[in-house]
Every structure is written in C-alpha cells, then in structure tokens.
C-alpha cells in the first residue's frame, strides 16, 4: 500500500535549524530544516512526552525541555536517556514550496 502524504507546512514557514511545530491529522509532528533536507519526528519525547518543539536543537540534535533527552533528528536515535526509546520519524516530500509527510498506517 502506497504512503499518504499530508500537508504540513509551506516551505516558506521553516527557518534553518529552527524546530517548528504542526499538526497533521491530529498527530503531533515537529519538522526541522537542515542543509541535508528536511525532517519530521514526533513532537513528543518518548520518556513522558515533553514537547521537543520547546527544547534545544543543535546540529542534528533535539534536547527534550523537561528532562533533557536527547535524539538524532533524522533518524529517531535516542542520544542521551532518561529516554530509552527512539523517536518515530515520518517520511517527507517537497512539492511546489509545500511540505508534506507520510503518517504511518492506521
């Protein structure tokens, strides 16, 4: 079965290396631009669901503002604990100055 893609942002919106916030079909999602393309994870941190979109970002690196986890956000990798389990990253394209990103199967 093919991914859905949904609209998230208009390329416009996204600073480089500046995390922004959306919601696409009810799902939390915070997408970054960085030199190598654009990326998109869930907006909540695996350990009790701090909101990453508040936190530091640095490189690639995304610091969770309530107990200062860490994750690589191009691929989900936890870092640096108290969180133990790896962000869910979501498939993006660019199309015609707009940002879209696939949500997993329901």
């Known amino acids: 079965m093919a991914e859905e893609y949904y609209k998230a942002a208009a390329l ?5 290396g500046k995390l922004h916030a959306v919601e696409v079909d009810g799902e939390p999602i ?3 631009k960085l030199e190598d393309g654009i990326f998109a994870f869930t907006d909540n941190c695996t350990h009790i669901s701090g ?3 508040e ?3 640095d490189g690639c690196t995304v610091t969770c503002p309530w107990h200062l986890a860490q994750f690589d956000v191009r691929t989900g990798e936890v870092k640096r604990g108290p969180a133990r389990e790896n962000l869910y990253t979501y498939p993006v394209k660019v199309e015609n100055e707009t940002v879209y990103v696939a949500l997993p199967p329901a």
């Not at 416009?12 to 480089?16: G, K, P």
């Open 55 to 57: 936190g530091d970002f």
């Open 12 to 16: 416009a919106d996204l600073e480089q």
């Open 51 to 53: 909101p990453l979109n």
């Open 30 to 32: 915070c997408l970054v």
